[in-house]
Structure formats: structure tokens, C-alpha cells
């Protein structure tokens, strides 16, 4: 019996470069249930698309883009004005929607897959809002997606730091955050820093005590690192250093990733983070020496965080940051928050100015970090969505890191100064189409240990993105000719043709029950909910969620 | 056969009925009475009465009393089956030319359903408290703002300054529950822990526990001068007024100044209507200039009857908070205009779809004038020109998910009693199918 379930796509030149294949002209077969890796009885085909001329990837993976949860929904509803300029109309999408630089979260999942991007995760997770943030992905259409829990600035963990307590204990707490929170991975946010802010500290440097608990974010970054190693975690610890957008920064960066002396770890949106003191105004580049680091250290991957030109909002995890920045709000008005003993919170709303010296400088600085760091399996193309700049600017990124004579075009265009300050134009790297490949599904999705996606080979859940090749990059990746979710077609010539829901992937990792305990006590005595009421069921995701969850299992490293 | 079967389980499921036979007892169990959603109730189940046993406040021990089993569905007056009032309902929405769901007392699963069944509809959608809520989101979007949340109150405040917040008829918990427990991370911050309280005589705290109180009477409507003093006094100004006014104001301005971490707490429900987004633009200022070289935080109770829920998933699905009009072709945020007792006021639209699953609240008044769908708890009596359709309550009859007033926490409800009532997810999601075919 043969039944014909296989949508065979012929002619395309494929770039999977988690299987090494370079712009191999081959057919690739999908079903429901993923890539057919290998020819199929031709009586299963049910259709065979001609797609000569065209470019095959698999759908897009951001590693880091904030698109559902707490500050995501305050910037939402802090920028009214950024909605009712951009309003979808009626036939557009599905559903209505708003929002360019904080959209909507069903013009957020329809606008990710009209880009070919199929998978989304949510970088900044609080574990107190970890209920909330699976309520916003749920109402993120057509994308699996996942986050992160924040964990280092709180209360709980930093208590146990100043105790001395075990390595094990902090296994343990690691997780069962992933567990309670539905998380894929563990992030930290200016360790130490968000809560140093709410004891009325200004500034955390890496050796710097917080007053409270006395210890100090080299401490919590080790401990969080040495924790998610023991337990086998895919992702290394995801970081958002200190001193966030500070001149001289770089070199907390470089004592960071000293600091971890071997051990895995990600640098998000590392472009904030590579800023040096050099120059009249003692702001300048740091990404040489960033890149030099990242290029000696093969246990550092980074994501750039690219900034673009243009009103945006910035939001993040980092409160003591945010309210230095919340000077600079345009339009001026911001949100900082305390938030639940947990973390904090801060959105302000930012426009980057390409004749402004230190934005110019900020947008050179970020190409400088794509075009310096060499193993593109390390570097994640991301703009810290809506931090540098929104998503959907990812296709002009594309085209600036593939095409060096628009790259100069546009160098011009900035302030001089800022461009004369730069190494940019010096830089003539041109990406290709398999390191473009790379950055933007293969390697992400490889670090966040997500086997089935990223890739067209066996086990592949047959996500699918077909471009017509087109020498303007920014055009090519703008609007994919087709676009397959799970083997099904959700975007043809960007109309959006089905909405499947997507999955929720999460990392599970075995831990000892007692530490549950423990967080009961902690929980009755000190929080404003019991611990068994904030941690989120499965079925809270899988039943009012409406999205299949996908457990990854970690294994646990021999010590 | 197997047709036949699988109509018989069609039909029992719609036949509501409310019982139970096992007196169970439910720990950890979340209310949901008032914005601050407390998680850690116990409560006995006795069939279908549901008692709360531990933790409760007065004003949620009243409302968990307050349930009918009197489950039956009326259309226009008339008992009918639930499977008739939904397709009475359907038929409404049908003939609609610009129809209102308001209310919007739902758990999320609910107010989801409500959002697509509206966009269906081209319908304007509003909650029951829109007005408190819009008065939040006028100040925040005019300037911002900076904030904590319940944990956060519990054990850092030094310093609690309510601004016209009467924790006797609303919030009832905060003080017990998170001011005066005796243990906090920062054990200094509650030894020192003081409250204030401005505002109208009847609304000063009866019970603070041994929490010391610095009461500064004065009108709601003088609420935005007072504060506007205070500013002064804060910032070493001049301060008018009576001289004994003035000494107090200046005493409290120290107080704070002295705080590690003064919290000013207000609920826009709570304030006077005509003036409530300039008090809260003044507190908002005062946080903002402590915060120059201290730490302050403002925190706003609100939120009820699913209030929170609603504006933080408008918020996310059409990236507005309320009031939108799916009306046209695009969305329209328009906050007053779209006021559903504006709407029904002015006639404006011509069907309410009226949503209160957590209390027996009927609409305002003037959607009597026009057809009317209501979903509410049973035991409800509508006007005359309803069609009525008993839902169970969220955590009470069915599981489900709310957002707390500091809109950063969510908690489950979980169900206590059994229970067929239909949810209100599961009547618009009928009556959104039925429209589609
Ligand atoms: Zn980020």
C-alpha cells in the first residue's frame, strides 16, 4: 500500500551545513512527520514542486528575540503610538494585529514565518512571570519557541551563594528552575546587579560585592556555569554581562570570559557589551579585541545584538541598566520594575540615530563583531529584538554582512566621525549563503540542542524554507517563495496559507526532590505564592496552550 | 451506534448540573475576589457549597457564599435549554450591526475565546472595570512609570504609604498577608516597617496589625494637592497650608526621605473618578525624584474580576490595551470612545455580549434598552430581553489561569467542586463555530 503522503521540492540548491551540503542541487522530501532523508518509492509522492533557481534552507532560529512575556507587554502597552502607526489590515494575516517594534504576539508569529523563521526563544524568562510568558507564546502563531529562566538575582539563590551551600544544592535549584518554569535554558542578567539596584546600588563590576548578599557576579556566573555543566544542559549559560551599554565595558567582558577559564558559555547581544574609552569622547570600538577573544576561546559562542537606525524599545531583564538608560528615552517615558525578589524589569523606549556619534559607532561596531569572529558555528545572527532593532530588519542585516560594496554604502551614510572611528571599512568579509545558513538556523539551533530543528537531514521536523535567489539579499530573505512548518505549507509568496500552532520545547534535568522542599518553606515564609502555584504543569501548556511540548532531556556530566 | 453514542455524551455534557458527594478539603487554593489573587487559601467543598476555611478575607468569604445551584439558561424570560440560548445567541450576533462584549470577566481561556469571537464580530470590547483601569494606562502612557509587586513589598518596604487606599472594603489582605507577617528576607526593613495612610477618614486601615500609622486625612478629590505638597516638602520646598498641616507633611517627607524602600500603593477603583489619573501621576512623580539618589517604588492594586487578565491579553493579542473596536477594517485603540457605558449610553451599539463568570454582576443598566447575551454565574435573573447562559466560575467549576494586579504574577485556579457548567471559553467557542458555518 502505498499512501501519498510526500511533498517532494526539485531543483533547489540546498545549504545544510549541519550536514556539510554547500549549495547541493537535490531534492528534498517532506512529510508531517519531517524530512524523508532519503529517495522515497516515487508512488508516495503526493506532490513534486519545481523550485529550480531557488535557494533551500531549513526555517530560520532565532536564538534571542523578545517576544512574550512580562516586559514585552509592558513596552506594548507603554507605546500606543508604535501600534496605531502600524496597524495590519483586515485580510492581511489570520488575525489583526499591531506593532512594529513590540508587535502583537499573532503579528509576531505571522510576520517570523512570512520571513521564513520557524522557531523563536524568548531569552529573558523571569521565573515569576514564567506562567505569563507560555500564556504569550501560546498566542505566537505558526513558530515552535521556548525561553529561558533568569536565574542569579534572586533572593533564593543569592541567599544559598552567601551560605556557602553546596554545588549540588545549586544543581538542584538549576534544575528544578527549568522545570517549574518550562524552560529551555538558564539565563543571567547583570548577575547580582538587578538586585544590588533594589538596595539602592548604581553599578556591579565583576569583582564587586553586592551589599546585601556580599557576593560578587564573577561568583554567581561561575556558580551558574559550574551548575549547568555538572547537569549536561545543551546550552551553556546564556549571559547578559554587566555594565550593559557602558564605555570600557569590554573589558568586563574579556575579564568575564577569563573568569570562565574553559567552561561553555553564550554572550548575548555582546555588540552592547564591546564598547572601549579610546577617542575624544572616550567611546570607541571594543570588537576587535572581542572578536581576538571569542576566536581564542572555543567555549565562547556570542550573539551580536545589531542595532539598526530608527525608533525602537529596549526592554530587558536588567533594571539597574534600564534606569540609567531611561534618561535617553525617546519618547521619554520608561518602566522600571522590581520584580518579585526574582529579577526586575525595565523598557525604554529608544531611537537610534545614524548621525548621533555613539549609535553610528554602536551600528559599526556590530558589523565589526560579524566580520571579525571567524567560526561562524559561535555567532548567532540576532538584534536582540526590539533591543538593536525589530526582527524584521534581519533581512537588511543579511544583505549588509553578504554584500560588502552596499556595507560601504551605507558607512558612509553615518556620522562621519563614528565611521572614521571604525575598522568597518577596512573589513571586506562578505558572508555566504552556507555561513548565512549557519548563523541563522544551523548553529543556533545547534547550541540550544534542538536536534530537529536547523537541518533537512533524518530527524528533521521538515521545517522549510524555500527563497528564490535573488542578488539583493534583502529582498531574497524579505519574502521566501515557500514556507513548510512541520512538513505542512504555512507561507507561500508571503501569504500566510495555514497557522499551525507550534511547539514548546523545554529542557528537563533530574534533580532531588528535597529542594523542593526547601522552596516550599522559602516560599510560604518569605513570597507573596505558594511555590507549587507559581511553577508551571504541563498541562497548563499543553491544554490551554494548545502547543505539544517537546522535553529535551539533559545527561548529566561525570564530575 | 457509535453515532448514537457519542450524541448521548454531546447531550450530557450540555446538561448543566452542579454537585458533588465528597466533602473535600483544597489547600493552596487561589481566590479570585479581588486583584491580588491570594494563593494560599484552604477551603472545604461539601457538595456544591464551597467554604473557605483558612486565609479567606471577608469580602471573599461573602462570595464564595454567595453561589446558586440554580443552573438553568433563560431567553427572554423564559427557562430554555442551554443548547437553544446558544443558538438565540448566535442568532443576535448575526443580526448585530455593531455589537459590545463587555464585562469580560472571564479566566484567560475565556477572554481569548471573547477577543475572537469579537474579531468575528467586528465588536468593541471592554471590561467591567475599563474605567479604573483606563486611568492607569493614561498616566503610564503619558510618562511611565516605576513599580514592584507583592514580594517584593513584603520584604523590602520599610515604608508603606497608602494613597487612598481603603483596605477595608477591597484588598483586604494586604496588610495581614504581606505588611504585617513577621518574617521577611530583610528582617531590619520590617522592624522598621511604618505605614501611612492619606485619605478620607472611613477609608483609614481598622486593623495594621502592630504596624505604626501616620494617618494624613483629606478628600479623595484633594488627593493630587496633598501629594503635590508632599512633592514640595520632599524636595525641601515650601509647603502651604494650616501650620499643623504643614508640620505633618514635613515630618511624613522625612519619613520617606529616611525609608530604604518607601512604597506608595494605590488603586485607580478606589480614587476619585474625576481626578484619579492626577493622583497617580503624583505619586508617580514622587517616585520618580526619590529615586534620584534612593530607592522608591509605586504598586497598584487593581485588577478584579479577571480586570488584569483582560488588559494584559488585549494588550499582547492586538497590542493595545483596553478599549479596542475590531469594528473596521483595521484595530482601533480609541480608550474613552470605546467605554462600554459610553457605548450603551449613547446607544452607540446595538447588542451587549455581557461577561461576569466570577460574580452574579449584571449589565449596566442601559443595555436593557437593547439585546443582550449574558454569560454569568447560575441563579442569575437578567433583564426581560436577555438570553442567559449560566458558565461555571474559573477556579471554582473549572481549572484555569488569571494574572495578579502587578501584572507580572499568574497564578491556576483550579476546580473545587464537580461540575458540567459549560466555561466561557467553551460558549463562545460554540457560538464563534456556529457563526463561522
Ligand atoms: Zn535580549
Same mark, same amino acid.
Given at each position: 500500500?502505498?499512501?501519498?503522503?510526500?511533498?517532494?521540492? !526539485?531543483?533547489?540548491?540546498?545549504?545544510?551545513? *549541519?550536514?556539510?551540503?554547500?549549495?547541493?542541487?537535490?531534492?528534498?522530501?517532506?512529510?508531517?512527520?519531517?524530512?524523508?532523508?532519503?529517495?522515497?518509492?516515487?508512488?508516495?509522492?503526493?506532490?513534486?514542486?519545481?523550485?529550480?533557481?531557488?535557494?533551500?534552507?531549513?526555517?530560520?532560529?532565532?536564538?534571542?528575540?523578545?517576544?512574550?512575556?512580562?516586559?514585552?507587554?509592558?513596552?506594548?502597552?507603554?507605546?500606543?503610538?508604535?501600534?496605531?502607526?502600524?496597524?495590519?489590515?483586515?485580510?492581511?494575516?489570520?488575525?489583526?494585529?499591531?506593532?512594529?517594534?513590540?508587535?502583537?504576539?499573532?503579528?509576531?508569529?505571522? !510576520? #517570523?514565518?512570512?520571513?521564513?523563521?520557524?522557531?523563536?526563544?524568548?531569552?529573558?524568562?523571569?521565573?515569576?512571570?514564567?506562567?505569563?510568558?507560555?500564556?504569550?507564546?501560546?498566542?505566537?502563531?505558526?513558530?515552535?519557541?521556548?525561553?529561558?529562566?533568569?536565574?542569579?538575582?534572586?533572593?533564593?539563590?543569592?541567599? !544559598? =551563594?552567601?551560605?556557602?551551600?553546596?554545588?549540588?544544592?545549586?544543581?538542584?535549584?538549576?534544575? #528544578?528552575?527549568?522545570?517549574?518554569?518550562?524552560?529551555?535554558?538558564?539565563?543571567?542578567?547583570?548577575?547580582?546587579?538587578?538586585?544590588?539596584?533594589?538596595?539602592?546600588? $548604581?553599578?556591579?563590576?565583576?569583582?564587586? *560585592?553586592?551589599?546585601?548578599?556580599?557576593?560578587?557576579?564573577?561568583?554567581?556566573?561561575?556558580? =551558574?556555569?559550574?551548575?549547568?555543566?555538572?547537569?549536561?544542559?545543551?546550552?551553556?549559560?546564556?549571559?547578559?554581562?554587566?555594565?550593559?551599554?557602558?564605555?570600557?565595558?569590554?573589558?568586563?567582558?574579556?575579564?568575564?570570559?577569563?573568569?570562565?577559564?574553559?567552561?561553555?558559555?553564550?554572550?548575548?547581544?555582546?555588540?552592547?557589551?564591546?564598547?572601549?574609552?579610546?577617542?575624544?569622547?572616550?567611546?570607541?570600538?571594543?570588537?576587535?579585541?572581542?572578536?581576538?577573544?571569542?576566536?581564542?576561546?572555543?567555549?565562547?559562542?556570542?550573539?551580536?545584538?545589531?542595532?539598526?537606525?530608527?525608533?525602537?524599545?529596549?526592554?530587558?531583564?536588567?533594571?539597574?541598566?534600564?534606569?540609567?538608560?531611561?534618561?535617553?528615552?525617546?519618547?521619554?517615558?520608561?518602566?522600571?520594575?522590581?520584580?518579585?525578589?526574582?529579577?526586575?524589569?525595565?523598557?525604554?523606549?529608544?531611537?537610534?540615530?545614524?548621525?548621533?556619534?555613539?549609535?553610528?559607532?554602536?551600528?559599526?561596531?556590530?558589523?565589526?563583531?560579524?566580520?571579525?569572529?571567524?567560526?561562524?558555528? $559561535?555567532?548567532?545572527?540576532?538584534?536582540?529584538?526590539?533591543?538593536?532593532?525589530?526582527?524584521?530588519?534581519?533581512?537588511?542585516?543579511?544583505?549588509?554582512?553578504?554584500?560588502?560594496?552596499?556595507?560601504?554604502?551605507?558607512?558612509?551614510?553615518?556620522?562621519?566621525?563614528?565611521?572614521?572611528?571604525?575598522?568597518?571599512?577596512?573589513?571586506?568579509?562578505?558572508?555566504?549563503?552556507?555561513?548565512?545558513?549557519?548563523?541563522?538556523?544551523?548553529?543556533?539551533? !545547534?547550541?540550544?540542542?534542538?536536534?530537529?530543528?536547523?537541518?533537512?537531514?533524518?530527524?528533521?521536523?521538515?521545517?522549510?524554507?524555500?527563497?528564490?535567489?535573488?542578488?539583493?539579499?534583502? $529582498?531574497?530573505?524579505?519574502?521566501?517563495? =515557500?514556507?513548510?512548518?512541520?512538513?505542512?505549507?504555512?507561507?507561500?509568496?508571503?501569504?500566510?496559507?495555514?497557522?499551525?500552532?507550534?511547539?514548546?520545547?523545554?529542557?528537563?534535568?533530574? #534533580?532531588?526532590?528535597?529542594?523542593?522542599?526547601?522552596?516550599?518553606?522559602?516560599?510560604?515564609?518569605?513570597?507573596?505564592?505558594?511555590?507549587?502555584?507559581?511553577?508551571?504543569?504541563?498541562?497548563?501548556?499543553?491544554?490551554?496552550?494548545?502547543?505539544?511540548?517537546?522535553?529535551?532531556?539533559?545527561?548529566?556530566?561525570?564530575? | 451506534?457509535?453515532?448514537?453514542?457519542?450524541?448521548?455524551?454531546?447531550?450530557?455534557?450540555?446538561?448543566?448540573?452542579?454537585?458533588?458527594?465528597?466533602?473535600?478539603?483544597?489547600?493552596?487554593?487561589?481566590?479570585?475576589?479581588?486583584?491580588?489573587?491570594?494563593?494560599?487559601?484552604?477551603?472545604?467543598?461539601?457538595?456544591?457549597?464551597?467554604?473557605?476555611?483558612?486565609?479567606?478575607?471577608?469580602?471573599?468569604?461573602?462570595?464564595?457564599?454567595?453561589?446558586?445551584?440554580?443552573?438553568?439558561?433563560?431567553?427572554?424570560?423564559?427557562?430554555?435549554?442551554?443548547?437553544?440560548?446558544?443558538?438565540?445567541?448566535?442568532?443576535?450576533?448575526?443580526?448585530?450591526?455593531?455589537?459590545?462584549?463587555?464585562?469580560?470577566?472571564?479566566?484567560?481561556?475565556?477572554?481569548?475565546?471573547?477577543?475572537?469571537?469579537?474579531?468575528?464580530?467586528?465588536?468593541?470590547?471592554?471590561?467591567?472595570?475599563?474605567?479604573?483601569?483606563?486611568?492607569?494606562?493614561?498616566?503610564?502612557?503619558?510618562?511611565?512609570?516605576?513599580?514592584?509587586?507583592?514580594?517584593?513589598?513584603?520584604?523590602?518596604?520599610?515604608?508603606?504609604?497608602?494613597?487612598?487606599?481603603?483596605?477595608?472594603?477591597?484588598?483586604?489582605?494586604?496588610?495581614?498577608?504581606?505588611?504585617?507577617?513577621?518574617?521577611?528576607?530583610?528582617?531590619?526593613?520590617?522592624?522598621?516597617?511604618?505605614?501611612?495612610?492619606?485619605?478620607?477618614?472611613?477609608?483609614?486601615?481598622?486593623?495594621?496589625?502592630?504596624?505604626?500609622?501616620?494617618?494624613?486625612?483629606?478628600?479623595?478629590?484633594?488627593?493630587?494637592?496633598?501629594?503635590?505638597?508632599?512633592?514640595?516638602?520632599?524636595?525641601?520646598?515650601?509647603?502651604?497650608?494650616?501650620?499643623?498641616?504643614?508640620?505633618?507633611?514635613?515630618?511624613?517627607?522625612?519619613?520617606?526621605?529616611?525609608?530604604?524602600?518607601?512604597?506608595?500603593?494605590?488603586?485607580?477603583?478606589?480614587?476619585?473618578?474625576?481626578?484619579?489619573?492626577?493622583?497617580?501621576?503624583?505619586?508617580?512623580?514622587?517616585?520618580?525624584?526619590?529615586?534620584?539618589?534612593?530607592?522608591?517604588?509605586?504598586?497598584?492594586?487593581?485588577?478584579?474580576?479577571?480586570?488584569?487578565?483582560?488588559?494584559?491579553?488585549?494588550?499582547?493579542?492586538?497590542?493595545?490595551?483596553?478599549?479596542?473596536?475590531?469594528?473596521?477594517?483595521?484595530?482601533?485603540?480609541?480608550?474613552?470612545?470605546?467605554?462600554?457605558?459610553?457605548?450603551?449610553?449613547?446607544?452607540?451599539?446595538?447588542?451587549?455580549?455581557?461577561?461576569?463568570?466570577?460574580?452574579?454582576?449584571?449589565?449596566?443598566?442601559?443595555?436593557?434598552?437593547?439585546?443582550?447575551?449574558?454569560?454569568?454565574?447560575?441563579?442569575?435573573?437578567?433583564?426581560?430581553?436577555?438570553?442567559?447562559?449560566?458558565?461555571?466560575?474559573?477556579?471554582?467549576?473549572?481549572?484555569?489561569?488569571?494574572?495578579?494586579?502587578?501584572?507580572?504574577?499568574?497564578?491556576?485556579?483550579?476546580?473545587?467542586?464537580?461540575?458540567?457548567?459549560?466555561?466561557?471559553?467553551?460558549?463562545?467557542?460554540?457560538?464563534?463555530?456556529?457563526?463561522?458555518?
Amino acid at each position: 500500500m502505498t499512501d501519498k503522503s510526500i511533498t517532494e521540492l !526539485r531543483g533547489g540548491r540546498v545549504y545544510d551545513p *549541519a550536514h556539510g551540503e554547500d549549495g547541493v542541487i537535490r531534492s528534498v522530501y517532506l512529510r508531517r512527520d519531517g524530512i524523508v532523508s532519503s529517495a522515497p518509492d516515487p508512488a508516495a509522492i503526493k506532490e513534486s514542486i519545481d523550485i529550480s533557481g531557488c535557494v533551500v534552507m531549513a526555517g530560520g532560529v532565532d536564538i534571542h528575540t523578545h517576544i512574550g512575556g512580562g516586559k514585552v507587554n509592558i513596552a506594548r502597552m507603554l507605546l500606543p503610538e508604535d501600534h496605531a502607526a502600524n496597524l495590519t489590515v483586515r485580510g492581511e494575516h489570520p488575525r489583526l494585529g499591531s506593532g512594529r517594534a513590540a508587535p502583537s504576539t499573532l503579528t509576531t508569529g505571522y !510576520r #517570523y514565518a512570512q520571513m521564513g523563521y520557524t522557531a523563536c526563544f524568548e531569552p529573558a524568562m523571569l521565573p515569576a512571570n514564567a506562567r505569563h510568558a507560555h500564556m504569550e507564546m501560546a498566542d505566537t502563531p505558526l513558530v515552535d519557541k521556548g525561553a529561558y529562566a533568569l536565574l542569579g538575582n534572586d533572593d533564593f539563590f543569592l541567599r !544559598r =551563594l552567601a551560605a556557602g551551600a553546596d554545588p549540588k544544592e545549586f544543581q538542584d535549584y538549576i534544575a #528544578y528552575t527549568l522545570r517549574a518554569a518550562q524552560a529551555l535554558a538558564i539565563k543571567v542578567v547583570n548577575p547580582g546587579g538587578i538586585n544590588a539596584f533594589k538596595f539602592n546600588q $548604581r553599578k556591579l563590576d565583576l569583582d564587586e *560585592a553586592n551589599t546585601a548578599y556580599g557576593v560578587t557576579p564573577r561568583q554567581i556566573v561561575r556558580t =551558574l556555569a559550574e551548575g549547568i555543566h555538572a547537569l549536561g544542559l545543551a546550552h551553556p549559560l546564556h549571559i547578559h554581562g554587566c555594565n550593559l551599554g557602558v564605555a570600557g565595558n569590554v573589558e568586563t567582558t574579556l575579564a568575564t570570559i577569563r573568569a570562565l577559564d574553559g567552561l561553555r558559555a553564550h554572550f548575548t547581544h555582546i555588540q552592547f557589551h564591546s564598547y572601549g574609552t579610546e577617542g575624544d569622547r572616550k567611546f570607541s570600538s571594543g570588537a576587535q579585541a572581542v572578536a581576538e577573544a571569542v576566536n581564542a576561546n572555543p567555549n565562547i559562542s556570542i550573539d551580536v545584538g545589531q542595532i539598526m537606525f530608527g525608533q525602537t524599545v529596549t526592554e530587558s531583564g536588567d533594571s539597574m541598566r534600564q534606569y540609567a538608560g531611561s534618561a535617553f528615552a525617546s519618547p521619554k517615558k520608561s518602566v522600571i520594575m522590581d520584580i518579585e525578589c526574582d529579577a526586575g524589569c525595565g523598557v525604554v523606549p529608544f531611537k537610534y540615530k545614524d548621525k548621533s556619534f555613539v549609535n553610528a559607532l554602536q551600528w559599526a561596531i556590530g558589523l565589526e563583531l560579524f566580520l571579525s569572529t571567524r567560526d561562524p558555528w $559561535r555567532i548567532f545572527l540576532t538584534t536582540d529584538h526590539p533591543n538593536g532593532a525589530p526582527f524584521t530588519s534581519y533581512p537588511h542585516l543579511i544583505r549588509l554582512l553578504m554584500d560588502a560594496s552596499f556595507r560601504r554604502e551605507r558607512l558612509a551614510t553615518i556620522a562621519p566621525d563614528a565611521a572614521a572611528a571604525s575598522h568597518l571599512g577596512s573589513l571586506g568579509r562578505e558572508y555566504s549563503l552556507y555561513e548565512i545558513a549557519i548563523i541563522t538556523r544551523a548553529a543556533p539551533a !545547534r547550541s540550544l540542542g534542538l536536534k530537529n530543528l536547523g537541518h533537512l537531514g533524518a530527524g528533521a521536523r521538515g521545517d522549510v524554507t524555500v527563497y528564490v535567489d535573488d542578488a539583493n539579499r534583502e $529582498r531574497m530573505f524579505a519574502t521566501p517563495h =515557500l514556507v513548510y512548518k512541520a512538513g505542512e505549507l504555512i507561507v507561500r509568496d508571503g501569504k500566510i496559507v495555514a497557522t499551525p500552532r507550534g511547539a514548546t520545547h523545554v529542557t528537563r534535568a533530574d #534533580y532531588d526532590p528535597a529542594i523542593e522542599k526547601a522552596l516550599d518553606a522559602y516560599f510560604a515564609t518569605y513570597m507573596s505564592v505558594r511555590r507549587r502555584n507559581i511553577a508551571v504543569a504541563d498541562a497548563e501548556i499543553e491544554d490551554f496552550g494548545h502547543s505539544p511540548l517537546i522535553q529535551h532531556q539533559a545527561r548529566r556530566n561525570a564530575s | 451506534m457509535l453515532g448514537l453514542f457519542v450524541f448521548q455524551l454531546a447531550t450530557l455534557k450540555l446538561k448543566p448540573s452542579v454537585s458533588s458527594t465528597i466533602n473535600t478539603r483544597h489547600e493552596d487554593v487561589t481566590c479570585t475576589y479581588c486583584g491580588l489573587l491570594c494563593d494560599d487559601l484552604v477551603v472545604r467543598t461539601d457538595g456544591a457549597t464551597v467554604t473557605p476555611i483558612r486565609n479567606a478575607c471577608a469580602k471573599a468569604t461573602a462570595a464564595y457564599a454567595d453561589s446558586s445551584a440554580r443552573v438553568t439558561a433563560f431567553i427572554a424570560g423564559q427557562p430554555a435549554a442551554i443548547e437553544h440560548a446558544i443558538t438565540s445567541a448566535v442568532n443576535l450576533l448575526r443580526k448585530a450591526r455593531q455589537p459590545l462584549v463587555a464585562g469580560l470577566g472571564a479566566d484567560l481561556a475565556g477572554l481569548r475565546a471573547a477577543f475572537a469571537l469579537a474579531e468575528h464580530c467586528g465588536a468593541v470590547v471592554d471590561h467591567l472595570h475599563g474605567g479604573a483601569l483606563r486611568q492607569n494606562l493614561k498616566v503610564l502612557q503619558s510618562r511611565g512609570w516605576q513599580t514592584t509587586t507583592l514580594s517584593e513589598l513584603r520584604n523590602r518596604a520599610d515604608l508603606v504609604v497608602l494613597v487612598g487606599v481603603d483596605v477595608n472594603v477591597n484588598y483586604q489582605n494586604l496588610i495581614p498577608r504581606f505588611l504585617s507577617p513577621t518574617a521577611a528576607l530583610q528582617p531590619e526593613r520590617r522592624r522598621e516597617r511604618r505605614l501611612i495612610y492619606l485619605g478620607p477618614n472611613q477609608g483609614a486601615p481598622s486593623a495594621c496589625g502592630e504596624l505604626p500609622l501616620d494617618t494624613l486625612r483629606c478628600d479623595t478629590d484633594a488627593l493630587p494637592t496633598l501629594l503635590r505638597a508632599l512633592q514640595s516638602a520632599l524636595a525641601g520646598g515650601t509647603v502651604s497650608g494650616a501650620p499643623k498641616r504643614r508640620k505633618l507633611l514635613v515630618e511624613l517627607a522625612a519619613k520617606i526621605k529616611a525609608a530604604a524602600y518607601p512604597v506608595f500603593v494605590w488603586a485607580a477603583g478606589q480614587l476619585d473618578p474625576a481626578h484619579a489619573d492626577l493622583t497617580i501621576s503624583a505619586v508617580c512623580d514622587i517616585v520618580a525624584s526619590l529615586n534620584r539618589t534612593q530607592r522608591a517604588a509605586g504598586l497598584n492594586l487593581g485588577g478584579d474580576d479577571g480586570g488584569q487578565t483582560a488588559v494584559s491579553a488585549a494588550t499582547w493579542l492586538t497590542g493595545f490595551p483596553l478599549s479596542v473596536s475590531y469594528a473596521g477594517n483595521t484595530l482601533d485603540y480609541a480608550p474613552e470612545r470605546w467605554s462600554a457605558d459610553a457605548l450603551l449610553r449613547d446607544r452607540a451599539v446595538d447588542l451587549c455580549v455581557w461577561i461576569s463568570a466570577f460574580s452574579p454582576r449584571l449589565p449596566p443598566v442601559a443595555a436593557n434598552a437593547i439585546p443582550t447575551i449574558v454569560l454569568g454565574p447560575p441563579g442569575m435573573t437578567p433583564a426581560k430581553n436577555a438570553v442567559y447562559i449560566p458558565v461555571g466560575t474559573p477556579g471554582i467549576d473549572h481549572a484555569g489561569q488569571l494574572i495578579r494586579t502587578d501584572a507580572v504574577v499568574s497564578l491556576p485556579l483550579r476546580q473545587l467542586r464537580h461540575s458540567n457548567l459549560l466555561t466561557v471559553a467553551d460558549v463562545l467557542g460554540r457560538t464563534l463555530n456556529a457563526l463561522r458555518t
